[in-house]
């Protein structure tokens, strides 16, 4: 295939090597001639490991070159990659100077082109940026249509400086983002020797997906840095324990709590994280992310709250008082929260869980309900069609299965707030109720 590809840094000096070397016609394209003239020599314009040697044997065999003129690199190329610089403004929004000035010149080089040519954004940028900055530009510079007379889709790329060569041979993940089907197939097609699942998804989900790793990558060295303050303080060794913890994965390393939905409760994450805190505190130790853990999780609160809120019903209904499914455990549930502030705001609650019996409940469990919701006798139905008879809104807190019955059983004109995910049952049919989800 005949690739061209708009900005020589770190991501399109990689992308350009790497193309070249699985047998692809690669014509790399800057605005700066230093770059332009090295690898026309040969030679890299960055360190990287192994990407010199690349370049000199692609750019020996034919198969790499570089220049300025972006009319002539369009027309030679089947697809075309754009990997410029997305920089962050002094208030901290992304600099889309280089996109748009790549765009206009990708679109009036495409004026006269008449086979079909696919652009690719390699570039990191927020949803929407796609369809609402370089596309428009694309098809007002080039006087054409995306599906139409070309291509356009989101490649978002998972390179680590340092490691570059070694992370586009062995990504994590391909993601795609098409606009049309034939950009989908082709840029399926040009990944599918690298060992690496292939997710095709919506432009905008495709965009979110580079935001979401970094910032996690950020979480998770601020989580180990902040445990190793914490450690040092208590004459704990970190390294140690830290070896112990990634060996972990069914719960440390895995996808278990990374799944969006409400508030975390129960009788450990929020105890454990207060501990730490209160310790740290004592032992002048820092510790602003754990400490914000807990901020979050309020915030997420009283974000459900507001859902309520913006219905402007009074008579909510809550299905799971429990902090999550198939137990009878409510300590420090935020389900209970959040009923004690709908409590306190006029609202008249009523509420049903099917593992939650006030006979039964004894010891901890009892003594929380007895403390934050002592009134709870009155607010208790007997059944999921007792709380739907007196209630106009309903809140579902966790994913018992006797819950499902609201989406096929009852048409009476409910709102339904699913904080817990259970409307993702396949066989539910969502368009029949009036139903929105805390996180979807």
């Given at each position: ?16 090597g ?46 790499l ?55 690719a ?18 098809e ?86 902040e ?34 939905g ?9 105890k ?46 809550v ?105 993702e ?15 979807w």
């Open positions: 295939m005949k690739i061209g590809v708009f900005g020589l840094g770190y991501v399109g000096c990689v992308s350009a790497c193309l070249a070397q699985m047998g692809h016609m690669v014509h790399g394209v800057d605005v700066n001639l230093r770059k332009v003239n090295l690898i026309s020599r040969g030679l890299s314009p960055i360190v990287e490991k192994d990407l010199d040697h690349i370049i000199a044997e692609q750019k020996r065999v034919g198969r070159r570089a220049g300025m003129d972006a009319a002539e690199a369009v027309h030679e190329s089947d697809l075309v990659f754009i990997c410029v610089g997305t920089p962050s403004n002094g208030n901290g929004s992304i600099d889309l100077h280089y996109l748009q000035r790549v765009c206009a010149d990708i679109g009036r080089a495409l004026q006269n082109k008449n086979s079909y040519t696919i652009v954004l390699r570039s990191t940028v927020l949803p929407g940026v796609a369809e609402e900055v370089a596309l428009p530009i694309l007002r510079s080039s006087g054409k249509k995306v599906g139409k007379d070309f291509g356009f889709a989101l490649n978002p790329e998972f390179l680590r400086e340092g490691s570059s060569v070694h992370d586009f041979y062995n990504p994590p993940k391909t993601i795609i983002g098409a606009f049309d089907e034939c950009s989908a197939k082709v840029l399926a097609h040009l990944y599918s020797e690298l060992p690496a699942p292939v997710f095709q998804l919506r432009p905008r989900e495709a965009a979110m997906i580079k935001y979401a790793d970094n910032a996690f990558h950020a979480v998770k060295v601020s989580f180990a840095n445990i190793g303050r914490f450690c040092k303080a208590m004459n704990v060794d970190s390294r140690i324990v830290m070896d112990v913890f990634i060996q972990d994965y069914k719960l440390n390393l895995s996808p278990y709590y990374l799944k969006p409400f508030a975390f409760g129960g009788s450990c994450l929020p454990d994280l207060r501990a730490v805190s209160h310790r740290a505190k004592q032992l002048d130790v820092s510790l602003p992310m754990m400490n914000a853990v807990i901020e979050s999780n309020q915030e997420h609160i009283r974000h459900a709250l507001e859902m309520v809120r913006e219905y402007g019903r009074k008579r909510i209904g299905l799971g008082l429990s902090f999550k499914a198939d137990t009878d455990d409510l300590r420090e549930s935020p389900m209970v929260s959040l009923i004690e502030q709908l409590i306190g705001k006029g609202y008249e609650v009523k509420i049903y869980d099917t593992n939650v019996t006030l006979p039964r409940l004894m010891g901890a469990n009892k003594e929380f309900i007895e403390r934050e919701v002592p009134h709870i006798a009155k607010l208790m139905c007997l059944s999921v069609k007792e709380l739907l008879e007196k209630t106009d809104v309903v809140v579902v807190g966790n994913r018992g299965k006797e819950y499902e019955s609201i989406f096929r059983e009852h048409r009476n004109g409910h709102r339904i707030i699913d904080l817990s995910g259970i409307g049952a396949k066989d539910l049919n969502l368009d029949e109720v009036k139903y929105e989800g805390i996180c």
